[in-house]
């Protein structure tokens, strides 16, 4: 059954911000997130996490154990991009969930994907100012292949 979490944070100007995310119950307060967060910090897809149910509300209470997914958010300043970055995300192996005008990504990195090349790839198109993106939860699997 899929149900929605309240993840609660602190956004890039400091302020007290929150995102909701699709989940699947495990049983005993316990989910597993099953979307790609947009803004929210430190947590990706497929981490198992406790929840606190607050009459009917659930929010985010710990990650319970890390998938080894990083998550990398995507601002795009040239809309002409969009499409053909996602086709070579993909072509990575990951997979992306768009907002509303498609200027956000999110990317999933799965935790079997060499990292290193999805980077590069960013990085590239963050010094020809096509984009800015942020590596908003990165696994200790992809850390290790970027250092």
Not at 15 to 42: C, M
Request: hydrophobic share 35%; net charge negative; proline share 2%.
């Amino acid at each position: 059954m899929k149900n929605k979490v309240i993840i609660t944070y602190y956004d890039l100007e400091d302020n007290l911000s929150e995102e909701t995310l699709w989940i699947d119950s495990l049983g005993n307060n316990l989910y597993q997130i099953k979307n790609i967060p947009f803004f929210a910090p430190n947590i990706a897809y497929n981490d198992i996490i406790k929840v606190e149910d607050d009459e009917g509300v659930l929010y985010f209470e710990e990650i319970i154990k890390t998938s080894g997914n990083s998550t990398i958010q995507i601002v795009f300043f040239k809309d002409e991009f969009v499409e053909n970055t996602t086709k070579e995300i993909e072509s990575f192996g990951c997979s992306w969930e768009g907002m509303h005008n498609q200027k956000i990504l999110a990317i999933d990195v799965p935790f079997n994907v060499n990292y290193t090349k999805v980077k590069e790839y960013l990085d590239t198109l963050f010094d020809t100012n096509i984009l800015d993106y942020r590596e908003a939860c990165l696994s200790d699997i992809h850390s290790k292949q970027i250092n």
